[in-house]
């Protein structure tokens, strides 16, 4: 199911929303938004005639972008044929787009379809080579989720970026350019030219599930900025970026994967807060704009989904703020949309609120049929279907898909996890590490006066391509870096016994580094810190995901946020640590009290260095 590896985030204190704003205003008012047009449109006349040459069922087919298992799309392995004919009805991605014409198709990690570059590129090339072949054949949209930090479908080797949170907290537009330009040129080269990418939601909401470091940050403004910033280096590198979630998922403790979050925002709100940064992406000239399954009764008191309704997409998303580019939902499959009406309504409810691209419903069969029954009955017009057609046209167009749509190996060589690609990634992870606490000094570590680090903590399972667990990754890092470090995994739930292995363990160290991974306040992981601090070895906290777990240790001297547990922030963080660069983060979301929701604790861009 789409997005779905993105967990919840840990602290469910939610402070008032005068609160957030009031901490977010006014700040990074040096943050502007570059406006630039999209680039004129090839040939409408060629495009048009295009158009006029394809069958219902073609028309129909090319509104869907589905996902399908395997590495291969003619000889996937025996478990993804499997799993295609049960899901999908068909054996492979070639046979998937023989029979449905699919417009578009999303690779997954999970759905093994990103093993490596080379694979990448190759299978690629077979799906382009599957569609060209058909009966006016076309080239496909291939997308993926590369959001970097917690989300990313296509790992190691290519280069891995910090996630949203962490370039909020570093807070320059360059780096987000930088971002996108070499993440787009990484993808293109491996035959991805869509990415759903970047969040432009805006994360006021400390209990929210499924956006939290997924999202730039708490001010809108900067988040604006920096969402402008890696549309235009995505779209320099010819991939489609993709602002999500429209009209913003930033507020919600509901996961809509699992549930139907319901916005609460007024109107007036809406307008200073979530439309902001999609204001800036129109600006900058985005390729597509990805739906939310949130009921906003401020922008339209139905009862619908964003994605099913007409007041949100066509009368505020393109009459409003005038947007004529590509929208694509979020994933069919997930329950958000799925609530109020059958698999066979929501595609045909989502095309008459203004949608053009279907994402991944959970069955292509019905979903299809249903589009297609919609026009024989009348409910939709052929001429609907075209409109929508045209923009995603305009869009592989002006992505040169319709003049080439292959890569090469060599391509892949030249472009994906070069040498100044990962320096780049280096570079930008050391500018936001984000220093909270620094008490009498614990911090940089010395090692010649504290040789000897234990690394304990949470190792979640690692985002998609990264070495991991988190505290080996540290501890190799420290290593590296000429301390003499011992990890010691502690878990997300740290049990009794673990808590004191690691408070033994912890006698024999001169300092000891500890990852915290979305901390709560019944958090057996507040036991583990504060037994540890009870040793009297200096302790370092690291925040791997969510910068709020500050508010959960009091007593903590030293804590850093690395805002997510990938291989690039993670040493980024251990450079800090040692002092090999100065901390030069600032919170891109205001921490309130733990024991206070109300009262802010940290303030947005609070951040020390040394």
Not at 357 to 374: F, M
Request: glycine letters at 8%; aromatic letters at 4%.
């Amino acid at each position: 199911m789409h997005d779905s590896s993105t967990g919840s985030t840990g602290n469910a204190a939610r402070p008032s929303r005068r609160t957030v704003l009031a901490a977010t205003a006014g700040l990074t008012t040096a943050l502007t938004v570059p406006a630039t047009a999209h680039a004129a449109t090839p040939n409408e006349r060629r495009l048009r005639a295009l158009i006029s040459r394809m069958s219902l069922q073609e028309k129909v087919g090319q509104l869907f972008v589905m996902r399908v298992y395997g590495h291969s799309a003619t000889a996937p392995d025996q478990a993804d044929i499997d799993a295609n004919l049960k899901e999908l009805g068909v054996r492979t991605a070639a046979e998937l787009i023989a029979k449905y014409r699919v417009g578009g198709i999303i690779y997954f990690t999970w759905a093994h379809n990103t093993r490596d570059p080379h694979q990448i590129a190759d299978l690629s090339n077979a799906i382009q080579q599957a569609s060209l072949e058909q009966p006016r054949g076309l080239p496909v949209l291939i997308a993926t989720d590369q959001e970097h930090g917690a989300v990313c479908r296509v790992g190691k080797p290519a280069t891995l970026f910090p996630g949203a949170m962490a370039i909020g907290a570093g807070r320059s537009r360059s780096d987000a350019r930088t971002l996108g330009r070499i993440s787009g040129a990484e993808l293109r080269a491996m035959g991805i030219n869509q990415d759903y990418s970047p969040d432009a939601d805006v994360n006021v909401n400390p209990a929210n599930p499924v956006i939290g470091v997924r999202s730039f940050g708490a001010d809108p403004e900067a988040v604006a900025a920096l969402v402008a910033a890696e549309v235009t280096g995505y779209q320099d590198s010819r991939v489609a970026a993709t602002a999500k979630h429209f009209p913003g998922h930033g507020d919600t403790a509901v996961d809509s994967h699992t549930g139907f979050p319901v916005i609460t925002h007024s109107r007036e709100l809406w307008e200073k807060l979530d439309a902001v940064p999609f204001r800036a992406a129109i600006e900058a000239g985005i390729d597509s704009i990805m739906t939310a399954h949130i009921q906003f009764p401020a922008l339209d008191d139905s009862g619908d989904p964003a994605t099913l309704s007409p007041p949100i997409l066509t009368g505020i998303l393109r009459g409003e703020l005038g947007y004529d580019g590509v929208v694509v939902t979020d994933s069919l499959g997930m329950e958000g949309v799925r609530t109020k009406y059958g698999d066979d309504r929501v595609p045909v409810l989502a095309l008459k609120a203004g949608v053009d691209q279907l994402l991944n419903p959970p069955s292509i069969d019905v979903a299809w049929h249903a589009v297609l029954a919609a026009v024989q009955n009348g409910e939709l017009t052929e001429a609907r279907l075209d409109e929508s057609i045209l923009r995603i046209f305009r869009l592989k167009a002006r992505l040169g898909l319709l003049d080439r749509s292959h890569v090469t190996r060599a391509g892949v060589d030249r472009a994906v996890g070069t040498k100044s690609h990962l320096d780049a990634a280096d570079r930008i992870a050391e500018r936001t590490t984000t220093l909270l606490v620094n008490e009498d000094g614990i911090l940089p570590l010395d090692r010649r006066t504290h040789p000897r680090v234990l690394v304990v903590g949470a190792d979640p399972a690692s985002p998609s391509g990264t070495t991991g667990p988190p505290t080996g990754v540290l501890a190799a890092a420290l290593d590296e870096l000429g301390f003499t470090a011992t990890a010691l995994s502690t878990g997300t739930a740290p049990s009794a016994t673990a808590v004191e292995q690691a408070v033994t363990a912890a006698q024999d160290v001169d300092a000891v580094v500890v990852g915290t991974y979305n901390v709560t306040a019944g958090s057996s992981q507040r036991t583990l810190v504060e037994r540890l601090l009870a040793t009297g070895r200096p302790v370092v906290a690291v925040a791997i995901r969510n910068p709020y777990d500050v508010a959960q240790f009091p007593s903590v001297k030293a804590c850093l946020a690395a805002y997510s547990w990938t291989d690039v922030e993670l040493r980024a963080a251990a450079r800090v640590i040692a002092g090999r660069v100065a901390p030069r983060g600032r919170l891109p979301v205001p921490v309130q009290r733990a024991d206070d929701p109300a009262q802010v604790l940290y303030p947005l861009g609070h951040g020390l260095t040394y």
